[in-house]
């Protein structure tokens, strides 16, 4: 049997060989220098310690000294020859570097001060080179049948998860942050509050009384938009999602600098196009029907043209994969994150979504709770607030009053216990819409035109209302929020006195 499919060839082979045989990227005198020059200057940790961590060090012992320098000095203390050499003898750092001498050799080694950030980049960078090896060791392993569980797909899946967190977390693993740093963190955001006009802390949602109730759209939340089938859902999500990148843009453009932030949509239930032609349709003011149709004039048409040209500059991307998997999505956040920045998830919606690859959850609640958990790890992991719709169980059309609660929620499991707002948009109209009265069913014409006036009168009261029910918010105020809802367009805006 010809086994050239599975096999390596002995060109293959001979590569890997050498590859192996190749000293890991390091540079120990650069590692020496730097200590030096930090036990002669404690200033010079100032000029590294933002970027260079004790596990970047290719020496271990170079590491843990370094380790030992900065909780020092991070204490406020002096940290030189003659206030380490103590606590260097009990701990035995120096044991495996030729004791006290290895001192006298890091300060000879030391070339100046001010060379010290050249001499952390080049000790980064060695660092960065050598993660990559060792993730380039892992694909070939897995590509060549070492995780037998993961196909190609998966594995491209999981190489490009290693380098998302190479790119960003700087080789530290997770772990406590002090509460100075916390309190500094909150301090930072209530600032940026001050600062800021109006009562908007995070990303604008575009509209007005929803900004004002949640202070807009904050990192690491995850908020889940809820309804039942012809509510809005997801036009409201788009207009929500249209709004911020716009914000991201306009931003960008009065601090004349690069664009740094982008909105992603995850649609699975409607394609790309199909929601292109929906943005366009609000904007252009186009009714989308006849947009499918063709109903439109030579007028319509050329603003059609010009308003999408408009819309290609915003900083929005659909992913239109239907079924998606939760690993996917998280593999494409960071991607995305990582090239163009993040900004804002929105995910239409999460009861079409599959969990992470390789579970195989029980039941379908815990499927669900699987991926709210997850979604909420992303939000935390890339710092982003993400949008996730939800479908509600049938048990609301079996309530006189249709208006949706939390237990109203499908699959409820960990969706409202993970989630840091709950939000509900319910359309009164639609409903009532379906009670009008029917002439047979009534004895007279009189009795019939009596029901029918006030069905009309009903009607006028809620003509292009909705509301927005915000049923949980972790860090806020609960209510309802009044919207002006216009269904040619399926638009959502501010509710006016206009309106009224």
Same mark, same amino acid.
């Given at each position: 049997?010809?086994?050239?499919?599975?096999?390596?060839?002995?060109?293959?082979?001979?590569?890997?060989?050498?590859?192996?045989?190749?000293?890991?990227?390091?540079?120990?005198?650069?590692?020496?220098?730097?200590?030096? #020059?930090?036990?002669?200057?404690?200033?010079?940790?100032?000029?590294?310690?933002?970027?260079?961590?004790?596990?970047?060090?290719?020496?271990?012992?170079?590491?843990?000294?370094?380790?030992?320098?900065?909780?020092?000095?991070?204490?406020?203390?002096?940290?030189?020859?003659? $206030?380490?050499?103590?606590?260097?003898?009990?701990?035995?750092?120096?044991?495996?570097?030729?004791?006290?001498?290895?001192?006298?050799?890091?300060?000879?080694?030391?070339?100046?001060?001010?060379?010290?950030?050249?001499?952390?980049?080049?000790?980064?960078?060695?660092?960065?080179? =050598?993660?990559?090896?060792?993730?380039?060791?892992?694909?070939?392993?897995?590509?060549?049948?070492?995780?037998?569980?993961?196909?190609?797909?998966?594995?491209?899946?999981?190489?490009? !998860?290693?380098?998302?967190?190479?790119?960003?977390?700087?080789?530290?693993?997770?772990?406590?942050?002090?509460?100075?740093?916390?309190?500094?963190? #909150?301090?930072?955001?209530?600032?940026?509050?001050?600062?800021?006009?109006?009562?908007?802390?995070?990303?604008?949602?575009?509209?007005?009384?929803?900004?004002?109730?949640?202070?807009?759209?904050?990192?690491?939340?995850?908020?889940?938009?809820?309804?039942?089938?012809?509510?809005?859902?997801?036009?409201?999500?788009?207009?929500?999602?249209?709004?911020?990148?716009?914000?991201?843009?306009?931003?960008?453009?009065?601090?004349?600098?690069?664009?740094?932030?982008?909105?992603?949509?995850? %649609?699975?239930?409607?394609?790309?196009?199909?929601?292109?032609?929906?943005?366009?349709?609000?904007?252009?003011?186009?009714?989308? !029907?006849?947009?499918?149709?063709?109903?439109?004039?030579?007028?319509?048409?050329?603003?059609?043209?010009?308003?999408?040209?408009?819309?290609?500059?915003?900083?929005?991307?659909?992913?239109?994969?239907?079924?998606?998997?939760?690993? #996917?999505?998280? $593999?494409?956040?960071?991607?995305?994150? @990582?090239?163009?920045?993040?900004?804002?998830?929105?995910?239409?919606?999460?009861?079409?979504?599959?969990?992470?690859?390789?579970?195989?959850?029980? %039941? =379908?609640?815990?499927?669900?709770?699987?991926? $709210?958990?997850?979604?909420?790890?992303?939000?935390?992991?890339?710092?982003?607030?993400?949008?996730?719709?939800?479908?509600? %169980?049938?048990?609301?059309?079996?309530?006189?009053?249709?208006?949706?609660?939390?237990?109203?929620?499908?699959?409820?499991?960990?969706?409202?216990?993970?989630?840091?707002?709950?939000?509900?948009?319910?359309?009164?109209?639609?409903?009532?819409?379906?009670?009008?009265?029917?002439?047979?069913?009534?004895?007279?014409?009189?009795?019939?035109?009596?029901?029918?006036?006030?069905?009309?009168?009903?009607?006028?009261?809620?003509?292009?209302?909705?509301?927005?029910?915000?049923?949980?918010?972790?860090?806020?105020? $609960?209510?309802?929020?009044?919207?002006?809802?216009?269904?040619?367009?399926? @638009?959502?805006?501010?509710?006016?006195?206009?309106?009224?």
């Amino acid at each position: 049997m010809n086994d050239f499919a599975t096999s390596p060839s002995s060109s293959t082979t001979k590569g890997i060989s050498a590859l192996l045989e190749r000293s890991p990227p390091a540079n120990p005198a650069a590692e020496q220098a730097l200590l030096g #020059a930090i036990l002669t200057n404690n200033k010079a940790y100032e000029h590294v310690s933002d970027f260079l961590y004790p596990t970047h060090f290719s020496d271990l012992v170079n590491g843990r000294i370094y380790e030992a320098i900065s909780r020092r000095i991070e204490r406020g203390q002096l940290a030189d020859p003659v $206030t380490m050499r103590a606590e260097f003898e009990h701990s035995g750092i120096l044991k495996d570097a030729g004791g006290p001498a290895y001192l006298a050799q890091l300060m000879n080694a030391m070339v100046g001060i001010v060379n010290a950030v050249d001499y952390g980049r080049v000790i980064h960078d060695c660092w960065i080179r =050598r993660q990559l090896i060792e993730i380039g060791e892992t694909v070939v392993n897995n590509a060549y049948g070492a995780r037998s569980d993961l196909n190609g797909t998966d594995q491209i899946a999981a190489s490009e !998860e290693e380098l998302f967190k190479l790119a960003t977390d700087k080789g530290q693993d997770g772990g406590f942050v002090s509460f100075e740093q916390a309190l500094t963190d #909150a301090l930072v955001t209530a600032e940026q509050a001050f600062q800021r006009t109006g009562d908007i802390v995070g990303l604008t949602s575009g509209l007005r009384d929803f900004d004002k109730k949640t202070g807009g759209l904050h990192p690491s939340d995850l908020l889940i938009l809820a309804g039942r089938p012809a509510m809005g859902k997801t036009a409201l999500a788009t207009k929500i999602a249209f709004s911020a990148a716009q914000a991201l843009m306009r931003e960008a453009e009065d601090a004349n600098k690069p664009l740094k932030g982008s909105v992603a949509i995850f %649609s699975l239930e409607m394609s790309a196009e199909q929601l292109a032609t929906r943005i366009l349709s609000e904007q252009s003011e186009v009714s989308g !029907e006849r947009i499918r149709r063709g109903d439109i004039g030579q007028k319509e048409m050329d603003r059609f043209v010009r308003v999408s040209r408009e819309l290609q500059k915003l900083p929005l991307h659909i992913d239109d994969t239907p079924a998606l998997s939760l690993s #996917a999505m998280r $593999t494409r956040c960071r991607r995305l994150a @990582r090239t163009k920045g993040l900004s804002l998830v929105v995910v239409d919606y999460l009861q079409l979504m599959r969990p992470a690859i390789g579970t195989r959850p029980e %039941s =379908r609640v815990l499927e669900i709770s699987m991926i $709210t958990q997850g979604l909420k790890a992303i939000a935390k992991e890339l710092s982003v607030p993400v949008i996730a719709l939800s479908q509600l %169980s049938r048990q609301v059309e079996s309530r006189e009053d249709k208006r949706p609660m939390l237990s109203d929620l499908r699959e409820s499991g960990s969706i409202e216990q993970d989630a840091d707002l709950v939000m509900f948009v319910y359309r009164d109209e639609y409903y009532l819409q379906q009670r009008q009265p029917k002439e047979t069913a009534f004895e007279s014409m009189d009795k019939y035109q009596v029901a029918l006036d006030d069905w009309q009168r009903k009607m006028a009261a809620v003509h292009n209302k909705a509301e927005l029910i915000l049923e949980k918010q972790r860090h806020g105020p $609960t209510g309802t929020i009044q919207l002006y809802f216009d269904g040619q367009f399926t @638009r959502f805006s501010d509710l006016d006195t206009f309106h009224d």
